[in-house]
């Protein structure tokens, strides 16, 4: 087989015969052969050809057949070492994976994955055959048999991988023995390091699996890594040593020691190791403590490795959790030495944690600390009490090492008050807490089985890792922490939570009689605990947490009094359960500490168990320390409770004195006594769940400060499960007021949420209470203190009302909180104690009454019943409005009705009853038959027995409309109740036996049956004596049902007995007597016996008509059984007498009765008597009217009648005291103004004028203040003011020759009606007659013609005659025009009379304008202009082109002064009118808004309002218009320019036309054009600008530039950026600069031009010649290309020297050249930064300043200049033209010894100065006569410098003085002699002539060999590069040549064309055709020279850019020539930023 090109069919029937006959293969020789195959053969040099397909075949023959075998031969691994340490031909090939793997299996190596491996140089592509790192790459030539290969392979294994099993179990220890012997053979070979072969480390890292082969590499692995040829192998295996170090052998061990010592410097390489490591800890568990040991020993020993503390931070990574434990194992060896390491521990410790960024677990570490060892060196230790001091060290050291830089913020930043990085700091907190929790079980548990440490020891380490131990303790050994964070640090450390673990075991090991900590050290060391970590508490954090109830027996234990065990005492002897006081007395506080962190638990149970706890629990909850407690309310249990105490104290004395007896008797046989006894002071008796002992007043004191330092009562306060302050609030309830409350609300800092209903129910009270018995007012002497607390009180209960809102009426609402504070309120209500009664309803009023409003309602709601009047809605809103509205109503109706039912018993207050009587009514709960009953009876027992407040509530004199709501509340109740009781069935049982007694059963005639309580039908039958309310049908139904029209009463029988019972008891009959129902009154006289009439007859308060009954009744009794009647009359007498006097008050009947009664009396009066008596009521009644009169006043003219007039109407009458003598007053009144009235009606004009004084002074007094309370007043006593005002009226009429009487009459009508017309006051006589009168007055005074009365007012307006009469005069047009007659008045009268009231400030302009408007629809067809909006726009427009009326006024506006505040009264109207503004009436309103007023009027206030509106408001169409019309070039008027521009942009920018869009404008937004005009258009908008300007220009010509710049966005917003319709306004401008020359108009158009040219010079190429000539251009507004021309500058000066710097410079130089000539305006804008930039470069010597290119810059700045002749030299440019000479002159007096390299520049220096001076000679003779000084020195040091000579010799001519000083007349002369100057030098500068250059030209055009041709060409390019200047002669025969076929020829002519071009690129055009043609070209070179210049042609002729580059891709595209790179170099060139 030749394996360089092996023939194909043999290869394929091979693969093909293993796959169907693998076995055949696996013989002896085929093995040997195929092996044959896989060994290197020397005779072929692979390097030369070959290939390894042969060798890949040979692999997978052998995989074929030995695929299924177990065990392989060992020639396998030979061949595979051979190749490895070979040429790895197929080792590495991926076509022989599977074999190889299999192969490696004998290694047992685990190799590192592909991500791991590092060799760059084994990144070989999927499809590439060759050995990664083999020197023999597959040749091209093979590629198509490897692709054959490929296929073949994939049909012969359609499986990828082969099985891969152990192949060389039975053969290991002989394949181990081989592969050892060949790798030590050559790792033992001599020979230098550098030629270890990589092979030989890939194949050391496939055979890591030995551990020998380990040990061999990890000697040499240093070597390996720093030697750059074995990097990358060298880190694969260090790779494969880590991972496959997995036994913890002794050998892996030396290992992990030899990787430890390995140091790397690299960060590759270290990273790499470092990922090592991390594998190495994965290879085996125990391997993690191995290093971490290696690595600590290390970096303790002398040769420590730099990377100690990177390993370390990688493993504490890595094993996060073991890590920290295995590093504490080490720490703890280094501690158990003999020498002492702690120090160094220490130290070692801090450098770990600063290294590896405090990212270990601190608790981890230290609980590994403290693991208790069993080894023998710790069993042996010789100093375990050091051992555990420096450990508890340690532990210290590790609690303040976590303090990491953030913890250290945090700390700062919560000293501070700030709330920042919390988590941070909690977290901290409790690691510490946790691992003082650890530190604690360490002492505990495993310190006593190390050592027996002394007290004082032990309790020092317990100390210290609770940190309470003294400072210095802490740092003494290092000085760490430094003093400036030390007492930071400790506090940090010690300020934490404690665990209920660390608490526990505190108290065990005080318990514990092995450790040396007593129990008072115990107990003061878990008080300090306790009290420091309640001090921490926070929100976010449980400080003192503790679940276990055993607690407070541990602290209990911790009190005992243990007697002396040595003492016996007396056999039987039983010892009380005693305490040590001073214990005993501190547990008590620490446990309440802990209660009020743990209310669930510890709290609850204290509660309940312990009485002394739960004592000082309510002390600290209530604020009040007195012994017995304040929640004790009630004085017997409180002094029960001090006499307990007094007995238990004895008791207490007796058995200590007892006890103590004993103990002395066994010990000192002393007899022990009071004064004698030790113990009597020292112990107490422990019985803590006996009754509460009194606390020492020290006590108190210690639990007030923890109160208040640590809030422990709020902490009880705000636990709800258990609810502590619930329980007493509920022993109190309202028995006592709870001061304590208000406090604890007041501190509850916002957190009302967590207080219990009924506290904040009570504290509403309580406030509420305390607002009303301090007082309304505020006392003067209320110091700022008192006032800021009662501000500070109504804040929290304003925040307490809302929480109570929010319960009842909040989204969150339930039934549960609902029915709470519903019911705290509703108990009070049938309080006995009226105070209570009345805060309850305040409270519920507070809760309710504000949530009415929560839902935008508003307070008057109409109630949804007719429930009283507004007193009664007003007062009980909550009840009956907002109770009814409550979300969750309906779950406390029932127990609302049954306190209100309660309630009405108890309540004194009339109106209260009438609303609960009104809600019950209304909403009281009736489902049920016992509730319906209850209801009833509650209320007719109020009816029945409470007759005070019924007969108040339905008094006669003062019955209202709340009376009846009432009374129809009643009788809904009864009418429901009765209708249900007679539905009910017979058989029914609707009360229970019991109650039985007063019920009665009754039975109507019509069959109906009902039962119910005898109060019940009583109560009705009063309700019906009261009579009907105002339309009510409750009433008569009742009324039917008791008592039905001609039908008998219903039968009763009680029910107990079935006798038949008294329905209407006498009592009750005579209030049915009483009564004015007429059938209560005959249902009462039915049946009734003679004792019974008399009885009632006697009786008072009976109506007459009843009367009249009776006494009909009595004549029957007299005719049926008179001897009864008479039996029964005790008084026969004083009976007649009566019957009389009945007769008297109209009664009617009795005279049967009486004549009985007086037949048997004497006769008593004789007939004269009677007589008179009968005359005497008509005499007496005529008398005492005759005195009545007599004694009239008579009111004379001095009489003050607008005093009488008030105390007829008093402003505020005080009812209790009734005037009495009004009647007397008003009568003289009346009779006075009748008197005169009576006379003027008999035609007697001789008046005492008393009428029209009264008008008068009512006139005044309705013009005071006190008006409204007046007009109230007489409203009120509309008795005596209506007939005053029909008098006052009456003589109006008689007089109507009095106008002013009639005027001031009208007038005062108008007033009265004003108040009395307001909706709040009711309808009265008054307002009625007031109307009428001021009717009647109005028909009668109208004006028969309108335009009469407002020709009447014009003159009255005219002539500025009596205000009152110009407004007598309107209001009565007015009434004209409201009566419907017709306006026939034209406009110009209504415009001059409008105009009129405007001026005089008319009150009656806007009701005026309204009639007339609403009048004028009729007229308008006639007058248009009358039309509303013509009016309001014509008078608005007169105020616009009002002129100022003088010179003062100027500085306020016209408007003010004219129209004042009407104008915006008539902008509302034009408003209203027309919204769109315009549509109406176009031409005026158009006038309005747009016309111009050139007089320079200030533009009036409300021009921007109406221009506003129309933008707004207008349709598109009516917009339209506007536009069309502002901008038609036949418009007639002129317009307005700044408002017509001021619309335009409007428009643009209206809302609405972005209605709909995107809101996020996209980043490449293109800008939309809103306005769309045609070229007419714009250059209307353009005269409008320019009309703007012009008007500012006569101000200031800035002033008008700027707006111009202001207004330029408009326009170029509307021309789109349309070259068109740029042209067409250039155009225009251009033809009115040239029309109007130099005036303002033509100032302005040449700014506008120049504005357009700086923001669009792309449209305006050429650019417009007369630019050239205009200012302005250097101060404008910013230019579109200035950061083009800035950049361009900026690379023009760059100094540095690079190839690419100097070509860059080179096109910059090239662009700025073009700019000079195409666009010199936007060059000359940067002139002063030219300058700048030539500043600082002179001051170097001369060779540096050529090397750093400034002479190049100050060349290339000279040349720009020259062409920006002539514009450079105007005035405008004059400073920085002087500066630039300035830095030339400079630079010349420098360099001036090296002139000869400067004399191309000052030859050009002397040439622009003698331009200057021909152009600008005034400016150019000043500068140089400044600088003259330095131009001598320089002429006299370069005698050479002849032009410079000529120059001084003619600037010495005139005298510097004499240019100077010279006055304006010799001015003229000066610029001639100044003109005269350079005539002495010009022959120096005599241009070239066509003449010169002549001989050139003949032997260009006669040459006819190329040679000819290119000397010629030659010689011209020597003379152009001194005088470029000379190529514009040969221009026409360079053009030729540049189509030349001639190489050389060609190339010349385009330089030197191209050199033409740079020195004045204005030429660059003329060169274009010949340019084009030459790209065109046929001949192949002519186009190839074009291409090459084509970029730096490009640049020069930038306007033709586009069609050169166009040509020039063309020309790429059909001639096949690449032009892209010349295309891509033009480009770059034109883009060093975006050009022009």
Request: aromatic share 6%; charged share 20%.
């Amino acid at each position: 087989m030749n394996r360089a090109k092996p023939d194909t069919t043999l290869y394929l029937s091979l693969m093909y015969l293993a796959k169907i006959k693998p076995n055949i293969f696996a013989t002896e020789g085929v093995i040997e052969a195929l092996c044959s195959l896989l060994r290197r053969d020397a005779s072929i040099n692979f390097k030369a050809k070959g290939n390894s397909l042969v060798s890949v075949l040979a692999c997978n023959l052998l995989m074929a057949a030995y695929e299924e075998d177990e065990n392989w031969p060992e020639i396998f691994v030979k061949v595979y070492i051979e190749d490895s340490l070979g040429e790895r031909i197929w080792v590495d090939s991926p076509h022989c994976k599977t074999f190889v793997d299999n192969i490696q299996t004998a290694f047992n190596t685990k190799m590192p994955p592909k991500s791991m491996l590092l060799h760059g140089e084994v990144g070989r592509s999927g499809g590439d055959l060759s050995a990664g790192s083999s020197p023999h790459p597959s040749m091209t030539e093979e590629e198509d048999s490897q692709s054959e290969l490929l296929i073949a392979e994939e049909k012969m294994s359609p499986e990828q991988e082969g099985q891969l099993m152990p192949r060389y179990d039975d053969l290991a220890e002989s394949v181990e023995e081989y592969v050892l012997d060949m790798l030590r053979d050559q790792l033992n070979r001599r020979q230098p390091m550098d030629n270890v072969s990589r092979n030989l480390l890939r194949l050391l890292t496939a055979t890591c699996g030995y551990k020998e082969v380990r040990q061999m590499a990890v000697q040499r692995l240093e070597m390996w890594l720093q030697n750059p040829k074995l990097t990358k192998p060298a880190q694969d295996l260090l790779m494969s040593v880590c991972m496959n170090c997995n036994t913890h052998s002794s050998e892996d061990m030396e290992v992990i020691s030899n990787l430890i010592k390995i140091r790397l410097k690299p960060k590759v390489l270290l990273n790499h190791y470092m990922l090592c490591v991390r594998e190495l800890l994965n290879a085996h568990r125990d391997n993690l403590g191995t290093t971490i040991k290696f690595v600590i020993f290390n970096e303790l020993s002398n040769a420590r490795n730099p990377n100690n503390m990177q390993i370390l931070y990688t493993v504490l990574q890595h094993s996060s959790e073991q890590a920290p434990k295995y590093l504490a194992m080490v720490f703890q060896d280094l501690l158990t030495t003999k020498d002492d390491y702690l120090r160094a521990s220490r130290a070692l410790l801090r450098e770990i944690i600063k290294q590896t960024k405090h990212e270990i677990n601190f608790q981890a570490f230290c609980l590994g600390l403290m693991q208790e060892r069993k080894e023998a060196q710790y069993a042996e230790m010789e100093f375990k009490e050091r051992f555990v001091i420096h450990i508890t060290d340690l532990l210290a050291v590790s609690m303040m090492l976590g303090i990491t830089a953030q913890v250290k913020e945090a700390g700062i930043a919560w000293d501070k008050g700030e709330k920042k990085n919390l988590e941070v700091l909690r977290s901290f907190q409790n690691q510490i807490a946790a691992i003082q929790r650890d530190a604690v079980w360490w002492l505990h548990t495993v310190v006593p089985s190390i050592s027996k440490l002394a007290p004082k020891d032990y309790v020092h380490c317990l100390h210290k890792v609770l940190f309470t131990e003294q400072p210095e303790t802490y740092y003494k050994w290092d000085n760490w922490p430094p003093e400036s964070d030390r007492n930071f640090f400790l506090r940090l450390c010690s300020e934490v939570p404690i665990l209920e673990d660390t608490l526990m075991r505190i108290l065990v090991i005080g318990l514990s009689r092995d450790l040396p900590l007593g129990p008072a050290d115990a107990m003061e060391l878990a008080d300090h605990l306790v009290k420091r970590a309640a001090a921490v508490q926070a929100d976010d954090v449980e400080v003192l947490r503790v679940e276990r109830i055993q607690l407070i027996d541990a602290v209990l234990n911790l009190c005992t009094y243990h007697h002396p065990e040595n003492i016996q005492l007396p056999p039987g002897y039983q010892p009380p359960n005693l305490a040590i006081s001073t214990l005993y007395w501190k547990a008590w506080p620490l446990l309440l500490v802990v209660a009020a962190f743990n209310p669930e638990n510890i709290g609850l149970a204290a509660w309940e168990e312990y009485p002394s706890l739960k004592m000082l629990m309510e002390m600290v909850m209530t604020n009040n320390y007195s012994y017995p407690q304040c929640t004790l309310t009630d004085e017997e249990t409180r002094t029960e409770m001090i006499n307990r105490e007094l007995q238990i104290s004895q008791r207490e004395k007796q058995e200590i004195l007892a006890f103590e007896g004993h103990l002395a008797a066994a010990s000192t046989k002393q007899t022990i006594t009071e004064s004698s006894s030790l113990l009597l002071s020292q112990l107490t008796s422990l019985d803590p769940q006996g009754p509460p002992r009194r606390p020492p007043p020290h006590v108190l004191e210690q639990v007030k400060s923890l109160n208040q330092s640590l809030r422990l009562g709020h902490l009880l306060c705000r636990s709800r499960h258990p609810d502590f302050l619930l329980n007493i609030i509920q022993r109190q309830a309202s028995s006592q007021s709870m001061p304590w409350l208000a406090d604890l609300v007041q501190s509850s800092e916002g957190s009302l949420d967590v207080l219990p209903v009924q506290c904040l129910c009570e504290f509403l009270l309580h406030d509420a209470a305390d607002e009303s018995t301090s007082g309304e007012e505020e006392e003067e002497g209320e110091s700022k203190e008192q006032r800021a607390k009662k501000r500070q009180r109504q804040q929290k209960q304003r925040q307490l009302l809302g929480r109570l809102q929010d319960l009842l009426l909040g989204p969150k609402a339930d039934e549960q909180t609902t029915c709470e504070v519903l019911d705290y309120f509703l108990r009070r209500l049938s309080s006995s104690q009226v105070a209570s009664r009345v805060l309850a309803m305040k409270g519920l009023s507070l809760v309710l009454s504000e949530g009415g409003l929560r839902d935008g309602e508003e307070k008057d709601h109409p109630m949804e019943e007719d429930s009283g009047d507004s007193e009664l809605l007003q007062g009980y809103q909550w009840l009956l409005r907002d109770l009814p509205r409550l979300p969750l109503f309906d779950s406390v109706r029932a127990t609302t009705a049954l306190a209100l039912q309660q309630a009405i018993h108890m309540e004194t207050d009339p109106q209260t009853i009438s609303a609960y009587l009104v809600y019950l009514s209304q909403h009281a709960p009736v489902e049920e038959q016992g509730q319906h009953n209850d209801l009833a009876l509650d209320v007719a027992r109020l009816i029945v027995e409470r007759s005070t407040i019924m007969s108040h509530l339905f008094s006669k004199l003062s019955y209202c409309a709340e009376s009846d709501a009432v009374l129809v509340a009643l009788l809904s109740i009864f009418s429901r109740y009765i209708k249900r009781m007679r539905q009910s069935k017979e058989g029914e049982e609707v009360y229970s036996w019991s109650e039985s007694q007063d019920q009665v059963f009754l039975r109507w005639t019509s069959g109906e049956t009902a039962t119910m309580h005898i109060l019940v039908v009583h109560a009705m039958v009063i309700l019906l004596t009261l009579g009907p309310p105002q339309g009510d049908g409750d009433f008569y139904t009742l009324l039917d049902i008791w008592f039905p029209e001609k039908k008998p009463l219903p039968t009763a029988f009680l029910v107990d007995t079935s006798e038949e019972a008294l329905l209407l008891p006498d009592w009750l009959k005579l209030r049915m007597i009483r009564s004015e129902v007429p059938r209560l009154v005959d249902a009462a006289l039915q049946d009734l016996e003679p004792q019974q009439l008399l009885l009632f007859v006697q009786s008072f308060g009976i109506p007459v008509s009843s009367m009249s009954k009776l006494l009909q009744y009595l004549d029957q009794a007299v005719s049926h059984d008179p001897q009864t009647l008479e039996q029964n009359i005790m008084d026969k007498n004083y009976m007649a007498h009566l019957v009389e006097v009945q007769h008297e008050r109209g009664a009617t009947g009795g005279q049967t009765f009486h004549s009985l009664l007086t037949a048997s009396l004497p006769a008593r009066r004789d007939s004269a008597e009677t007589a008179r008596s009968k005359s005497s009521p008509e005499n007496s009644q005529g008398q005492s009217r005759i005195r009545a009169l007599s004694q009239v006043r008579v009111l004379g003219p001095e009489d003050d009648l607008a005093g009488i007039f008030l105390q007829l109407f008093p402003l505020n009458p005080d009812p209790r005291w009734q005037n009495s003598n009004l009647r007397p007053l008003a009568l003289a009144l009346q009779q006075a103004l009748g008197q005169e009235l009576a006379r003027i009606r008999q035609g007697n004009t001789q008046v005492t004028g008393i009428t029209a004084r009264l008008l008068q002074a009512v006139a005044a007094l309705m013009n005071s203040p006190h008006s409204g309370a007046l007009v109230m007043a007489m409203h009120r006593n509309h008795f005596i003011s209506c007939p005053l005002m029909r008098q006052l009226y009456q003589y109006q009429r008689c007089m109507p020759q009095d106008t002013a009487f009639s005027s001031l009459f009208f007038k005062v009508l108008m007033q009265m009606l004003q108040w009395l017309e307001n909706p709040a006051v009711e309808d009265g006589p008054l307002r009625a007659q007031l109307k009428a009168f001021a009717v009647q007055y109005s028909s009668r005074h109208r004006i028969s013609d309108v335009r009469g009365g407002f020709l009447h007012l014009t003159e009255a307006l005219t002539f500025r005659r009596d205000p009152d009469l110009i407004s007598s005069t309107v209001r009565a047009i007015i009434a004209t025009l409201k009566s419907g007659e017709k306006c026939n008045v034209e406009p110009e009268l209504i415009s001059k009379v409008l105009q009129g009231l405007i001026e005089t400030h008319s009150p009656y302009l806007e009701e005026l304008l309204t009639v007339l408007f609403s009048a004028t629809v009729e007229t308008t067809a006639r007058f248009p202009a009358m039309k509303p909006i013509a009016v309001v726009s014509s008078l608005l427009l007169q105020d616009k082109e009002e002129t100022p009326v003088k010179k003062e006024l100027d500085s306020c506006s016209t408007e003010a002064a004219w129209l004042g505040p009407s104008s915006g009264l008539l902008n509302d109207w034009l408003e209203m009118l027309d919204p769109e503004v315009i549509s109406s009436c176009p031409d005026l309103q158009q006038k309005l808004l747009f016309s111009w007023n050139k007089a320079g009027s200030q533009v009036p206030s409300f021009h921007p309002y109406l221009l506003a509106l129309l933008t707004h408001q207008s349709s598109w169409t009516t917009l339209h218009q506007c536009i069309r019309l502002l901008l038609s070039r036949n418009r007639e008027q002129r317009f307005d320019p700044t408002a017509s521009l001021d619309f335009l942009w409007a428009c643009i920018h209206i809302p609405r036309i972005w209605q709909g869009r995107d809101q996020r404008t996209p980043q490449k937004r293109r800008e939309e054009f809103v306005l769309h005009l045609k070229a007419s258009e714009l250059i209307s908008m353009v005269e409008l600008i320019l009309a703007e300007a012009e008007t500012r220009y006569q101000n200031t010509e800035e002033a008008s530039c700027t707006l111009i710049q202001s207004r330029l966005p408009l326009l170029l917003s509307c021309s789109h950026g349309d070259l068109e319709s740029i042209k067409k306004v250039t155009e225009y401008l251009t033809s009115c600069i040239q029309q109007w020359g130099s005036s303002s108009v033509g100032k302005c158009c040449q700014d506008l031009l120049l504005q357009i040219y700086l923001q669009l010079p792309e449209l305006l190429v050429p650019m417009p010649e007369m630019l050239l000539t205009s200012e302005g251009a250097r101060d404008s507004s910013t230019c579109k290309l200035d950061a083009l021309v800035h950049r361009f500058i900026n690379l023009l000066a760059d100094t540095s020297d690079s190839k690419s710097s100097e070509s860059r410079v080179w096109d910059a130089n090239m662009a700025c050249r073009k700019l000079a000539v195409a666009h010199p305006i936007l060059l000359l804008r940067h002139l002063p930064m030219i300058a700048a930039l030539l500043h600082g470069r002179v001051h170097l010597n001369f060779q540096e300043f050529r090397q750093q290119n400034h002479l190049t810059f100050f060349l290339h700045v000279l040349g720009i200049l020259e062409l920006l002749q002539p514009q450079v030299f105007q005035n405008e440019h004059q400073a920085a033209l002087w500066d630039c000479l300035l830095s030339f002159i400079r630079l010349l007096l420098n360099y001036r010894k090296s002139s000869r390299h400067l004399a191309a520049f000052i030859s050009k220096f002397v040439q622009f100065i003698h331009k200057y001076i021909t152009c600008n000679a005034q400016a150019a003779v000043s500068f140089l006569q400044k600088h003259s000084d330095p131009l001598h020195d320089l002429s006299s040091d370069n005698s050479d410098l002849a032009m410079l000579k000529s120059l001084l010799a003619g600037l010495s001519l005139p005298s510097k003085s004499g240019i100077l000083d010279r006055g304006s007349d010799e001015e003229k002369d000066d610029e001639a002699a100044a003109g005269s100057l350079p005539l002495v030098s010009v022959s120096l500068f005599t241009p070239l002539t066509p003449a010169e250059m002549a001989p050139y030209m003949k032997r260009l055009s006669r040459g006819q060999t190329v040679e000819d041709i290119l000397e010629v060409l030659t010689d011209i390019d020597e003379m152009s590069r001194r005088r470029p200047e000379i190529l514009s002669f040969f221009a026409t025969n360079l053009q030729k040549l540049m189509s030349s076929s001639e190489e050389s020829c060609r190339n010349l002519a385009f330089s030197l064309a191209l050199r033409s071009i740079q020195n004045n690129p204005s030429i660059a055009a003329d060169f274009l055709p010949t340019f084009m043609y030459c790209l065109g070209s046929r001949d192949f070179e002519v186009v190839q020279t074009a291409l090459r210049n084509l970029p730096e042609y490009t640049l020069l002729c930038q306007e033709h850019a586009a069609v050169l580059l166009h040509r020039a891709f063309l020309v790429g595209m059909y001639g096949q020539i690449d032009t892209s790179s010349q295309i891509s170099e033009a480009l770059k060139v034109l883009h060093m930023e975006a050009m022009i």
